[in-house]
């Protein structure tokens, strides 16, 4: 069942140019969910019904290969250029919220950080930080324990 990701530790890696998923928590082989060749990075989340999400920059193209409920099924839409790292999570996971969750698509152009929204299908783009250091790459964005607010790991 869909809530069954949220207990459970999830890990993505690229290698040979094959995006895979494991699930660490039933130790179950790792699944290839996508073959790309000459990723610069990716990152991977679940979107609130378990289906994977996943966004990748190909020379300075950002793509997002995510689920359009407005199509049901998935597509990959080309999202910007000019990309120096991007990052994608699902917001909320706590069981009673999930309801009000929201995937969340951030990235790193010209130095600034910017968002996107899946509620808003990924079309509006919101500068969340101006003015990082050059060579600015998300590393990690996780949800503090204690307040519940967003916690950005941006390393140069």
């Known amino acids: ?38 990723i610069k990075q990716v990152s991977v989340t679940f979107n609130q019904n378990m289906q994977v999400q996943y966004c990748y920059i190909l020379e300075d193209e950002l793509y997002l290969y995510w689920f359009d409920s407005l199509i049901n099924n998935y597509t990959t839409s080309s999202i910007s250029s000019d990309i120096t790292s991007c990052y994608i999570l699902l917001d909320e996971t706590r069981d009673n919220l999930i309801g009000t969750s929201n995937n969340l698509l951030y990235y790193i152009k010209n130095n600034n950080l910017y968002l996107r ?25 996780q949800k503090t324990i204690d307040t519940q607010r967003l916690q950005f790991i941006i390393k140069t």
Do not use: C
């Open 117 to 141: 929204k899946q509620n808003e299908r990924f079309t509006i783009e919101y500068l969340a930080y101006a003015n990082l250091p050059t060579k600015s790459k998300i590393y990690n964005i």
């Open 1 to 38: 069942d869909s809530t069954s990701m949220f207990n459970n530790t999830w890990i993505y890696s690229y290698e040979e140019n094959n995006v895979k998923v494991r699930n660490l928590t039933t130790m179950l082989p790792e699944i290839t969910i996508t073959t790309i060749e000459d």
